[in-house]
């Protein structure tokens, strides 16, 4: 049976999201030894020799050239930024927490679309971003002795950056190939992370390789997955499935480092993910409503 394009790319996301728990693992495992600088500039020249060696052997040299290399840059900056707070925030906190207070990025993207592009909110929506920043304070537990500011602060600000990675990867995946993508994405973070490296950097631990070596194979296979299924489909078809990272998240967070989901991460986990199903509902009714206006007097 041939399957959709659609399918297709839901498919592939949910592999990608599988990947990306399997990276986050790999990371906080070798954040024992290595600052998350350190591990994105391994995870870079070990993603540059397989995209190197793929090249090679392809002979598609003309995968290089792109026709905005200005987009390329930020999409590249942008995400790398996010690739070093996603680590840092996974070596300051338990898997499931991170990867819940993740998940605010789609409310913080309604409220920078009316506070700075001036985009008419409704009672909807801010509904459900108050609903989400009520599950992120039920996860945080900020009254609590355990409450972590720090690291909080640290995956909130992943969050945000990580929001601006979804719209640019979007954006580029119109116009650009999958692999232009990945290979300036994986440069970028290699040059900037290689400078840090020259002037204090550490070479790989031994107890370390091992999961610096999960961490760039999956990190590589994940983003080549998910950069084509943006090509492939809409973000807005595609988020739900971004929520099961939270489930690998735990899966990985409890067979790996032993961590236990506390009741009120878990309640505030599901109050995250009910306010971003509200925010898609309500964006979809008001696309189909646009769609079907009748057109407007010339």
């Known amino acids: 049976m041939k399957l959709s394009q659609s399918l297709k790319a839901i498919l592939m996301m949910v592999v990608a999201v599988f990947l990306v728990a399997v990276m986050n693992a790999g990371a906080k495992t070798a954040s024992t030894y290595h600052n998350p600088v350190e ?78 592009l001036r985009e008419h909110v409704g009672p909807y929506r801010w509904s459900a971003v108050a609903l989400g920043l009520l599950g992120a304070l039920i996860v945080a537990q900020p009254q609590a002795a355990s409450f972590h500011a720090h690291g909080v602060i640290v995956t909130l600000s992943a969050a ?83 929520y099961l990272s939270i489930v690998w998240a735990t899966l990985l967070g409890w067979a790996v480092f032993k961590d236990v989901p506390t009741p009120a991460v878990i309640i505030g986990s599901g109050l995250i993910i009910l306010s971003n199903f509200v925010i898609l509902w309500r964006e979809r009714s008001l696309s189909i409503q646009h769609k079907n206006d009748p057109p407007a007097p010339v």
């Open 39 to 116: 591990i994105v500039f391994y995870r870079g020249v070990m993603g540059l020799i397989l995209l190197s060696c793929w090249l090679f052997i392809t002979r598609r040299f003309n995968l290089l050239k792109t026709t905005r290399p200005m987009a390329q840059m930020g999409r590249a900056i942008c995400g790398n930024i996010s690739v070093v707070l996603v680590f840092w925030a996974y070596s300051l906190m338990p898997m499931t927490e991170v990867s819940a207070l993740m998940m605010t990025n789609s409310f913080i993207i309604t409220i920078f679309s009316s506070l700075f």
């Open 160 to 242: 945000v950056s990580t929001a601006f990675v979804v719209i640019l990867l979007r954006s580029l995946g119109k116009t650009e190939h999958t692999f232009t993508t990945v290979f300036y994405f994986v440069l970028t973070g290699t040059i900037f992370s290689g400078i840090y490296m020259l002037a204090k950097g550490n070479p790989p631990h031994p107890d370390a390789v091992i999961a610096i070596v999960i961490t760039c194979v999956a990190g590589l296979i994940a983003l080549i997955i998910k950069t084509q299924s943006y090509r492939m489909a809409e973000a807005s078809l595609l988020s739900p499935y971004q």
